[in-house]
């Protein structure tokens, strides 16, 4: 009996800890050390998005729309201030305006470069509005030059201290 108990303990530790075995390869998912699920986007104006283009650069990718005053103004200070500091970081901007013209006309106005900026004109019917869950929040994304989060919703003094 007493030997049955050992077997018990071995097997049920055995199984406890194949659980927990780690890979090299971290998964896809949405927070900081998960891979970065890809963004493909044809937006309105024809420009076309995949983000799995951008691997082996640093790429903050920020999610916003025009009726969202806090995304949008996160939207301009995160691009001003990537762009003036660090010319070898990529900033990409997904818009979520239904109204093609209110999007073009707030990137105007804000005086964004229109190269890295994209426009998903169904809006909250999205799917990488869906995937994202930007129900809850717009957000934004840092990733390394190999597709891992390294930060979520970062502000430009948390960017400060990260580059």
């Known amino acids: 009996m007493k030997y049955v108990n050992y077997c018990i303990i071995a097997i049920v530790s055995l199984v406890m800890s194949s659980g927990s075995i780690k890979t090299d390869t971290p998964l ?6 998960s891979l970065i699920p890809n963004i493909v986007l044809n937006d309105a104006e024809g420009k076309s998005l995949d ?22 103004a996160t ?11 660090y010319p070898d970081i990529e ?6 305006d239904e109204n093609k013209s209110v999007y073009e006309k707030t990137i105007l106005w804000d005086k964004m470069n229109g190269n890295s900026n994209f426009c998903d004109v169904r809006g909250t019917e999205s799917e ?12 934004n994304f840092v990733i390394d030059e190999d597709g891992v989060i390294t930060a979520t ?8 201290s990260m580059f």
């Open 28 to 33: 896809t998912g949405y927070h900081p050390g």
């Open 51 to 72: 983000l799995s283009d951008y691997k082996g650069k640093k790429v903050v990718v920020n999610f916003w729309a025009a009726y969202d005053a806090q995304s949008r």
């Open 75 to 85: 939207n301009v200070q995160l691009y001003n201030f990537i762009t003036k500091n």
């Open 91 to 96: 900033f990409i901007s997904i818009s979520f």
């Open 128 to 139: 990488i509005y869906k995937e994202f869950r930007l129900d809850e929040g717009f957000k």
């Open 153 to 160: 919703n970062t502000s430009i003094q948390q960017l400060k």
